[in-house]
């Protein structure tokens, strides 16, 4: 089980598939053993008993809908992430070595993705074969997918927590990885994926200020960083334009008229809040926006229709309605409460019960509830194990009885 973990963020490069297959093997063996030798505990939590009320709410809101089995097919099984969270926690407990072995992985694919992404950009194609897309956007494995920034953003925070865990004291290893840190940086910025960028500029804020240690080294490792996106952008027009020019041009707005993101996104945007108007309490049910989508667009104006709305918050409003948007603003703003106790620690120079570990994952955590984003199809499973990856870690630090 412990080498299927250390698998799953290389696996997470070949697509949803075999990520997938990773954690329902992981958490399929976990839930035999846990009944086995009956570990009741992990399942006696206040991050479970949360998580698995909203997996019932979530089927019962598909059995509520117009397409019953069609909704199903989202809700039935997502209690697989939430398990596969509470498993990991219980393989880092009962194998002390695993954490660094993760490292090292997380480490060795961040380096693959980085030889690989500064290849495509150079050369054109990856190294494995794979062709940068429309305006030379890297996409490294992923091949039409803009989604490589995205996976290094999200995962960034923490590879930075597990290095500040293993490596803090290690001033070779931590000089190394912060040069590290300069080629993530730059290679995100030439994804062309803003939101991405957007993400990361968020998340090292938050660490520069949340954290105790390494703010001057990671400091400086942005402000070079910044230094070469600067040539970069002197140097190469298209992604220029892409990440700087028209996110000007939309923050400024089109005719004096500010656009959310896009007017496709602006559309979806749209059309989630009609669909949530006829369906308050339940929602339309999970995976129903794609069939209802057509039937709630403003045909007055720009129109677009998708398999879902682009953005979490729409999503869960629209198919699960005001309980289902709970799921995960709940935890959205119990992470903003704890940050400002962090905060007001810190300041009165009171001690703090939170560690740079931690903060790093829940920053990971937080990247993935921020709201004000376009994402992925919220019940998708290649970014739900993004999501759920940190959790168990964090489970971890909070519930085992093994860690510091």
């Known amino acids: 089980m412990g080498i299927l973990l250390c698998l799953i963020p290389i696996a997470l490069l070949s697509g949803p598939f ?64 939430g398990i596969f969270a509470l498993a990991t926690w219980y393989l880092l407990e009962n194998d002390i070595k695993l954490i660094k072995k993760f490292t090292i992985s997380l480490l060795i694919i961040f380096i693959i993705a980085i030889i690989d992404g500064y290849y495509q950009y150079f050369i054109g194609n990856s190294i494995f074969g794979f062709e940068a897309i429309a305006d030379n956007r890297l996409t490294l494995t992923f091949n039409n997918k803009l989604i490589l920034g995205g996976y290094l953003t999200r995962l960034f925070p923490l590879l930075f927590g597990l290095v500040i865990y293993n490596y803090s ?81 939309q923050l400024s707005g089109y005719s004096n008229n500010l656009t959310y993101f896009s007017f496709d996104h602006e559309s979806l945007a749209i059309t989630s809040i009609n669909i949530f108007k006829d369906n308050k309490y339940f929602g339309a049910g999970p995976k129903q926006f794609r069939v209802l989508c057509d039937n709630y667009t403003d045909k007055s104006s720009y129109s677009f229709c998708s398999t879902h709305s682009h953005n979490s918050y729409l999503q869960l409003a629209a198919e699960t309605g005001i309980i289902g948007l709970l799921f995960i603003t709940i935890p959205f703003l119990l992470i903003i409460n704890l940050f400002a106790k962090h905060i007001f620690n810190i300041i009165s120079k009171s001690k703090s019960t939170v560690s740079d570990y931690q903060i790093c994952l829940l920053v990971c955590i937080f990247l993935s509830l921020w709201p004000i984003i376009p994402t992925q199809n919220f019940f998708n499973n290649w970014i739900n194990i993004i999501y759920y990856l940190p959790i168990g870690f964090l489970l971890h630090t909070v519930y085992s009885k093994k860690t510091d």
């Not at 004291?169 to 957007?198: H, P, Q, S, Y």
């Open 18 to 81: 075999i990520p997938d297959l990773f954690v329902s093997i992981i958490s399929l063996l976990f839930i035999i053993i846990t009944i086995q030798k009956k570990y009741w505990h992990y399942y006696n939590n206040k991050f479970f008993i949360y998580f698995i009320l909203f997996c019932i709410y979530f089927i019962l809101s598909s059995v509520l809908s117009k397409n019953i089995l069609f909704s199903l097919e989202s809700s039935l099984f997502y209690f697989r992430f």
């Open 169 to 249: 004291k290690n001033k070779k290893i931590m000089i190394l990885v912060f040069l590290l840190f300069i080629l993530i940086d730059c290679l995100i910025f030439l994804t062309g994926e803003r939101t991405a960028l957007g993400l990361l500029i968020l998340s090292t804020v938050m660490i520069l200020f949340l954290t105790s240690n390494f703010k001057i080294v990671r400091l400086a490792t942005i402000a070079i960083s910044f230094i070469f996106i600067i040539l970069i952008s002197l140097s190469n027009n298209e992604i220029k334009q892409r990440n700087i020019d028209y996110t000007i041009k």
